[in-house]
């Protein structure tokens, strides 16, 4: 009964690793000449790139501003849609909305936002005297940009496991504060908030692949630019597999990737995990 899963999970997800990695010794095949043996000279071309440790530096901001942005913001959000409120059901629904857009729709939601002179944000800002900007043409502001929209796509999903959560709470727990007169915040940071670390590793864990992940995106609004002060290291990675054609370059960059991506899980899994539980 395992074996169809089984076989898929090795097609599509085992085999590829492996081969990436093995891959990543080659030259790029070209043509009816196929790839030799190069040992690490395609790692150490990356280590030598200027465009990579670029990407890595975009990317190590825009997961240090993404990751505690939107979590902050979603448990924010799951607090106040679990309270008893008016138009509960409607804030529940717009906050997920964002979730199920796809993100090359909200690319373009967010491009007619940023456009200069005619954008909703220029609008905005001209109607406060504000001088007009090109929002995703400057290189100070193009990765911010970026970063603001992933916040806004990733928050509502991160939301959804933070009201599951806050709604399995034992009811009694807020009673008994409440009878010993205890403030909303001290309620919130001694009781809610302990017992939310489990749901805030795993949105932890996801927000971190995400980071590292994301780039559908950047086809829309940027496309790494200007001057890749917007370019992340999965778009990075694509412009060298295909658009470029180094397929060697690349299983090189995904091999690394990969890896970091795998040391991070495994250090929140292992060693994070021990502290998120509720003594």
Known sequence: MLLPAL????????????????????????????????GLENYQVMA??????????NNLIFAGATIPASIGLALVMALWVNERIAGRAFLRMAYFTPTVLPMIAVANIWLFFYTPQYGLLEQITGALGLPSHNWLGSPSTALGAVTL??????????????????????PSLREAAAIEGASRWYFFSRVQWPLLMPTTLF????????AFRMVDHLF???????DNA????????????FSFWDTAYASAITVVLV????????????????????K
């Open 220 to 226: 829309v609004l940027t496309r790494g630019g200007p």
């Open 230 to 241: 917007s370019i992340l290291l999965l778009y990075h990675l694509y412009e060298v597999g």
């Open 149 to 170: 929209v992933a916040v806004w796509k990733e928050a509502g999903f991160f939301m959804i496991f933070y009201l599951a959560a806050l709604q399995t709470l034992n």
């Open 7 to 38: 076989a898929l999970l090795v097609a599509f997800t085992h085999w590829p690793a492996v081969s990436t990695f093995v891959d990543s010794f080659y030259s790029t095949p070209k043509g009816a000449r196929p790839g030799v043996w190069v």
């Open 203 to 210: 949105v932890l864990v996801n927000a971190c692949i995400n």
């Open 259 to 278: 890896g970091v991506l795998a040391g991070i899980a495994l250090f929140q899994f292992f060693v994070l995990d021990k502290r998120v539980h509720y």
């Open 48 to 57: 030598a790139d200027p465009v990579f440790w670029k990407a890595v530096r």
